[in-house]
């Protein structure tokens, strides 16, 4: 089983990515949940979504404490919010950053993998705003190989609609781009 | 043929009613069972589903309309969560002593105060004797399966009782995950039109819900209880047909790895799903240990929670509520009533735990099976005790 947790804003779509990961990962016959921070979530402040994936049924109903991946979609949030908490040794970090990934590492004193990319510039460019949880997946993909970057467009295409090219766009942009350190 | 598909599980209750071809629902918003009545709307809306959706202004409303829609004939559906529920209170024993068959999705949430939005299932134990049957969900299958069935129950001519089907805030609420959806015609073929005992019409007048004086009042309620009690055969019933249309087993008392087991842990709700995690681990340990899911609160198992427990040693009732000032958990109270009288039975050991979505790891399952079996002296003629709370 993959345990991933997302750190986002509200408002950035945190929830919205871990519903498409799983949909995407249910879309290839795997098991998956997605999942908010349980409770109220405000414009702006810090919070957190999680996935799980596995090839059998998941029967686990508590929170995620010792994840296999942290994806992190907001800059603002490196040095905010204690980001590899419980991230697992063999962990990985993906980073929206413009931060070079050793800059990253040092101010949240990590020395495990990390995987980074612009993602707010991909966003501002494909989609015209700064919002970065489709663009993400698209690292989260490359990264993890979790599910097949294929399996994202039906999902995206529900969800999106007529945008949902933009989105599908932005996301191959950053599975392109996304740098693994 | 039915339809893989990953959904949140809010949603997928939503889809399930829908299947059920409800005439009429009414419901208030509340979390974190807002997304039922929600996607409801939306459905009814869009035209998929032929049915009054009524915006009511509150649930004590939501439950008026769906009993009078009721009264007159119509399959109805509701949704609320805990205070929403509480606002419900004046009118729950109603619906149940007019024996009119209201489906209701129940996103179990704690009770204030204080304030809390999250789950725990004091919600359901405040109305717990107001003659509604009520169904435990423990996954989204669970959750559709079940609301799917409820209308079959309720609507049976050998029960018509409202019925809760009971599902966790957040827990499952919340969640995406995979599930089968039955087509419409499978649950067609398997619940035929409602068809009312008596029902509210200009041609054929009658009174419903009208006074009960001392001369009937003990015989209206015990008939009711009478019904709820009868309402079991219609339940297993049900499941056998259930088994037989969708290949999925379900059981008052589900048991899970109790091959054999000398001790075993009970619990309700979706928690049973983690807790299986924690007797894997404590099997593979040798720990000859197994797990007890309830799924039908009321009317109250007694017989199946005696088989159960036949030859257990020990048994762990846990609990996500409390009766303030009485004997423990409600779960743990019923299972001890069950046993009382019998010669052979397990020592029980009753903790309540996951109050107002204090959260459950499988750690926790097996730190509190630990605590029971050290057998701590000092405490073992409490009633009860508090797992997890700080300042002990």
């Known amino acids: 089983m993959v345990e991933f947790r997302w750190h986002g804003r509200g408002g950035q779509g945190a929830v919205t990515s871990v519903e498409l990961l799983a949909l995407a990962a249910i879309g290839e016959g795997k098991y998956a949940q997605g999942f908010p921070s349980f409770g109220p979530e405000r414009r702006g402040a810090p919070v957190a979504a999680f996935n799980r994936v596995d090839s059998e049924r998941i029967r686990i109903r508590s929170g995620v404490y010792r994840p296999?991946?942290?994806?992190?979609?907001?800059?603002?949030?490196?040095?905010?919010?204690?980001?590899?908490?419980?991230?697992?040794?063999?962990?990985?970090?993906?980073?929206?950053?413009?931060?070079?990934?050793?800059?990253?590492?040092?101010?949240?004193?990590?020395?495990?993998?990390?995987?980074t990319v612009d993602a707010t510039s991909i966003a501002w460019k494909e989609l015209g705003v700064p919002i970065t949880n489709t663009t993400m997946l698209g690292a989260v993909v490359k990264v993890t190989n979790i599910v097949g970057l294929s399996a994202m467009d039906d999902p995206v295409e529900h969800r999106f609609g007529k945008i949902a090219s933009k989105n599908i766009a932005a996301m191959k942009q950053a599975f392109k781009e996304v740098k693994i350190k | 043929m039915g339809e893989r598909k990953g959904m949140e599980i809010a949603l997928a209750a939503a889809e399930a009613a829908a299947l059920c071809r409800p005439d009429v629902v009414a419901a208030y918003p509340i979390t974190p069972n807002t997304h039922v009545p929600e996607h409801l709307a939306n459905i009814v809306s869009e035209g998929k589903l032929d049915a009054e959706y009524i915006c009511v202004e509150s649930e004590h409303s939501a439950l008026s309309a769906c009993m009078g829609a009721s009264g007159a004939g119509a399959r109805v559906f509701t949704a609320t969560s805990s205070q929403g529920l509480l606002y419900m209170a004046e009118i729950m024993s109603i619906a149940s002593s007019m024996r009119l068959p209201v489906v209701m999705a129940l996103g179990n949430r704690a009770l204030s105060g204080p304030l809390n939005i999250w789950n725990d299932h004091s919600d359901i134990m405040s109305q717990r004797d107001t003659g509604w049957i009520s169904l435990f969900a423990s996954h989204g299958q669970e959750v559709i399966d079940m609301i799917i069935q409820a209308f079959r129950i309720a609507e049976d001519a050998d029960v018509l009782l409202p019925i809760n089907v009971n599902l966790d805030g957040f827990q499952l609420t919340h969640v995406v995950e995979v599930m089968d959806f039955p087509s419409q015609s499978e649950v067609d073929a398997f619940l035929p039109a409602y068809k009312p005992f008596a029902s509210l019409?200009?041609?054929?007048?009658?009174?419903?819900?009208?006074?009960?004086?001392?001369?009937?009042?003990?015989?209206?309620?015990?008939?009711?209880?009478?019904?709820?009690?009868?309402?079991?055969?219609?339940?297993?019933?049900?499941?056998?047909?259930?088994e037989k249309a969708f290949g999925r087993r379900y059981e008052p008392v589900e048991s899970y790895k109790m091959e054999g087991a000398q001790e075993a842990i009970m619990t309700m709700g979706s928690m049973g799903e983690?807790?299986?995690?924690?007797?894997?681990?404590?099997?593979?340990?040798?720990?000859p240990v197994g797990l007890l899911k309830l799924k039908l609160w009321r009317p109250f198992p007694y017989e199946d929670v005696r088989k159960a427990a036949k030859g257990l040693k020990s048994l762990l009732v846990l609990d996500r509520a409390v009766s303030f000032g009485g004997p423990g958990g409600p779960v743990a109270s019923e299972v001890r009533s069950s046993l009382y009288g019998e010669t052979d039975r397990p020592a029980i050991t009753n903790y309540i735990f996951g109050l107002g979505g204090r959260d459950v790891a499988v750690e926790d399952f097996i730190k509190m099976f630990e605590k029971m079996r050290s057998g701590d002296k000092k405490r073992s003629k409490d009633q009860y005790e508090f797992y997890g709370v700080r300042g002990e």
């Open chain 1, 68 to 115: 296999d991946v942290v994806v992190v979609l907001d800059e603002g949030l490196i040095g905010l919010v204690n980001l590899t908490e419980g991230l697992k040794e063999d962990g990985v970090l993906i980073v929206n950053t413009s931060k070079k990934a050793a800059d990253v590492m040092k101010i949240l004193n990590y020395s495990g993998a990390i995987a």
């Open chain 2, 201 to 242: 019409h200009p041609d054929h007048p009658c009174s419903m819900g009208t006074l009960g004086l001392p001369e009937i009042y003990s015989e209206a309620t015990k008939a009711r209880e009478v019904a709820i009690v009868n309402s079991r055969k219609t339940i297993l019933k049900v499941w056998a047909e259930w």
């Open chain 2, 274 to 287: 983690t807790a299986e995690i924690a007797i894997d681990a404590l099997r593979e340990k040798g720990i």
